[in-house]
Nanobody
Framework: VQLVESGGGTVQPGGSLRLSCAAS????????MAWGRHVPGKGLKWVAT???????NYLDGVKGRFTISRDNAKRTIYLQLSNLKPEDTALYYC??????????WGQGTQVTVSS
């Protein structure tokens, strides 16, 4: 299994980024997927999930600002980040369904929101 995240960077408050996660090594279209973020000292939080059927869920603090999507033909999920805030600064990971939870196999992509 391999998940490769990309698209992170440094943006000013109010800015936007689009994260991508390319998947390989498993039956991508049959798995729920997720984006999580890790802040040192605060642990990992799941910010968005998307089911194999396309149903989505979001962490309360990102609803209306983040959008998760998937392209099964490209074996890729995306996270559109808009109206970014300094508190969105984190290392963002994508994860694949694994048993009853999600598992991270990638290295993450850093998002920094700073003026």
């Amino acid at each position: 299994v391999q998940l490769v995240e990309s698209g992170g960077g440094t943006v000013q408050p109010g800015g936007s980024l689009r994260l991508s996660c390319a998947a390989s090594g498993f039956a991508f279209s049959k798995k729920d997927m997720a984006w999580g973020r890790h802040v040192p000292g605060k642990g990992l939080k799941w910010v968005a999930t998307i089911s194999k059927n396309g149903a989505t869920n979001y962490l309360d603090g990102v609803k209306g600002r983040f959008t998760i999507s998937r392209d099964n033909a490209k074996r890729t999920i995306y996270l559109q980040l808009s109206n970014l805030k300094p508190e969105d600064t984190a290392l963002y990971y994508c994860a694949a369904e694994y048993g009853s939870d999600f598992h991270i196999w990638g290295q993450g992509t850093q998002v920094t929101v700073s003026s």
